[in-house]
């Protein structure tokens, strides 16, 4: 790739799967799964230098967080697939979770800026899809398949992706996922690898939903009113991907999060703020808040930030929804309330919709089948921004 930019003057970017098949290789932080050696500002400065966006969503499961590392986070475990690496001939342990899921290769990246000056894992979120068929469907009720071998059946939910010793990839835990979402200038191949390299992307499991998410510290609340989030998004703070560094005396970050829901999908639960920082003593920490939601009347925030389900419109033997629930649009500008401006951080939005049919739950309408107890049968899609770091 270096050579490749030196004789021709173009420029090179790697986008790597999600890491949740890897058997804990995927994000290293202390030595290099390929030498053994141990990781040095080479490697790291080579990581980011090539890898600025990572594929955090998609048919293999999702890579964003897992409930064993993150157990106090209610919507952590979301189309899991954690049993081993892709063929199954290494089984998963819990030891490799902490090196494969993005949430925690963020809070890892800021203990490694920390201790030699660069962070590795300063990266932007997509989605995609990992089809083998060259159709990029992924919408629950249209739902194509990763490869031939799961184009639309009877049979499909109940055929194994991969089987080994025992242990198998269930094919209805395939996940109808993700799209890469990219705010560029305008629609053309030079503006959209722009916008990737500035990580201004953001990732969802398959829903057109709009978000938009900026960082200040002038942002104030009549913001949160705003028709034209992004008008004042872009003159008061950075995008996603973006950092804001040195934080001004008596100041905490501002955050202006916008969403609108895909038309053609369900209303939005939620918008929620995820926060991971490096304390004094070298110590990661996550906290997930939430700071926007439908159905504001009936649904308040108990003591402890947490806040009521917006309950469940499915009609299972119908496969069916509702929008009764929910809200179309969100709007809101957050305040960090425990902001030390002494400590790395990183925020970035996720963004909940309300519970929606699983594509097994169609094959189940269509087909006229009957699916185990095991199978998911519903979802909350959802979309994940870019962070922005905050660098003191």
Known sequence: MARYEEKTGGQVLTLAHNGNMSNGIMFPVETNPDTGKRLGADYMKARIRWEPLYEVTQIKGDGEAHPYLSPDDEFADF??????????????????????????????????????????????????????????????????????????SPERWDHPMAKFRGHQYDGWAMSASGYAAVWATDNTRKALFDAMMRKE????????????????????????????????????????GGELTGAPDGKSPRFLV???????????????????????????????????????????LDDNGKLPDVGNTVDIPNATWTNTIGDPELITVWEDPDFDPDQRAFYYARVLEIPTPRWVLYDAKRYGIELGDEVWKTLQERAYTSPIWYTP
């Open 79 to 152: 189309e899991t697939l954690a049993l081993g690496n892709l063929n199954l001939t290494v089984v998963k342990t819990d030891d490799m979770l902490k090196y494969e899921y993005a949430r925690e290769a963020l809070k890892n990246g800021l203990k490694l800026a920390e201790k030699h000056g660069v962070n590795p894992y300063q990266f932007g979120m997509v989605g995609s899809s990992d089809t083998h068929t060259a159709l990029a469907a992924v919408a629950e009720d249209n739902y194509i398949g990763k490869h031939a071998g799961t184009e639309p």
């Open 258 to 300: 916008a969403a609108l829901k895909d038309p053609l999908s369900g209303n939005l639960d939620r918008i929620q703020i995820v926060k991971g920082w490096l304390d004094s003593k070298g110590k990661t920490h996550e906290k997930v808040y939430n700071v926007a939601w439908g159905d504001a009347d009936r649904r308040q």
């Open 201 to 240: 992307v953001y990732a969802t499991s398959g829903p057109r939903m709009l978000v938009r998410f900026f960082g200040g510290w002038d942002f104030v609340e009549a913001d949160g009113l705003s028709r034209l989030p992004a008008e004042t998004g872009y003159r008061k703070g950075v995008p996603m």
